[in-house]
């Protein structure tokens, strides 16, 4: 489990130096992608790294390692764990919506209202193909 979690991070921290090395290439006429770019690579290789360092110090720690070898395998976490991810989705779109109607009918930016609109929508049918994907499995 924690090699796992190891390779993980090392492919958290290989994609955002590759998206860091992209964005350094973008030319400055493409406008602000290559800084967006930027923000994105940083923040995988700043996940990465906190994963790797917590691995590191797991692994360093038989106790430590075998604690959380069983905590990642206990029933009840596993359970809080799918309700914190579903209560976040259900944040996120309802979230997206009101700020789609802000700014679509409050600020007129009809360009963002639709453009987050449409990752809602995007959210549910994602949500939709893969509840019946797990309905069939289990």
């Known amino acids: 489990m924690i090699d796992r979690i190891k390779k993980k991070a090392l492919i958290f921290l290989c994609c955002g130096a590759l998206l860091q090395i992209a964005a350094a290439f973008i030319p400055e006429s493409a406008g602000s992608v290559g800084e967006y770019l930027s923000v994105i690579a940083s923040g995988l290789m700043l996940v990465g790294a906190v994963r790797l360092i917590r691995t590191i110090r797991i692994s360093r720690d038989p106790d430590a390692a ?58 549910c049918v994602i949500y939709t193909v893969a509840y019946r994907i797990m309905e069939k499995k289990y």
């Open 66 to 123: 075998e604690e959380y070898e069983s905590f990642a395998t206990d029933e009840r976490l596993r359970f809080i764990v799918e309700r914190a991810r579903s209560l976040t989705m259900i944040i996120s779109v309802t979230g997206e919506l009101a700020v789609s109607l802000i700014a679509s009918l409050i600020f007129g930016n009809k360009l963002i209202g639709n453009t987050l609109s449409y990752v809602a929508c995007a959210q």
